[in-house]
């Protein structure tokens, strides 16, 4: 088992940043890719950025290429995502996920309980 933890949400205007975490704990837990997901209210959860066990290969979705970057730090069990130039349509709950790789959310076994985003105009 893997279990996941995020922190680093918040409220912040639109052309901000945030910097979320993900702290993973569990067995194998540096060697799982790992995503991240959002969802806003009345919508399905989305894919945002994933990222491989070394930290060598990325993937985006189109909407936040240029502005979010997904990182790992292995040594501390953490995975990251910087959001600079934040807009008001990113506001949604993160949701931190591993084991998996690709963008369908079914493709992971294991989820974080999320962290809001909340992007004012």
């Known amino acids: 088992q893997v279990q996941l933890v995020e922190s680093g949400g918040g409220l912040v205007q639109a052309g901000g940043s945030l910097r979320l975490s993900c702290v993973a704990s569990?067995?194998?837990?540096?060697?799982?890719?790992m995503g991240w997901f959002r969802q806003a209210p009345g919508k399905e959860r989305e894919f945002v950025a994933a990222?491989?066990?070394?930290?060598?290969?990325?993937v985006y979705e189109d909407s936040v290429k240029g502005r979010f970057t997904i990182s790992r730090d292995n040594a501390k069990n953490t995975v990251y995502l910087q959001l600079n130039s934040l807009k008001p349509e990113d506001t949604a709950v993160y949701y931190c996920?591993?084991?998996?790789?690709?963008?369908?959310?079914?493709?992971?076994?294991?989820w974080g309980q999320g962290t809001q985003v909340t992007v004012s105009s």
């Open positions: 996920a591993a084991g998996g790789w690709g963008r369908e959310a079914i493709r992971y076994d294991y």
């Open positions: 569990g067995r194998a837990r540096s060697t799982y890719p």
């Open positions: 990222i491989n066990w070394s930290g060598g290969s990325t």
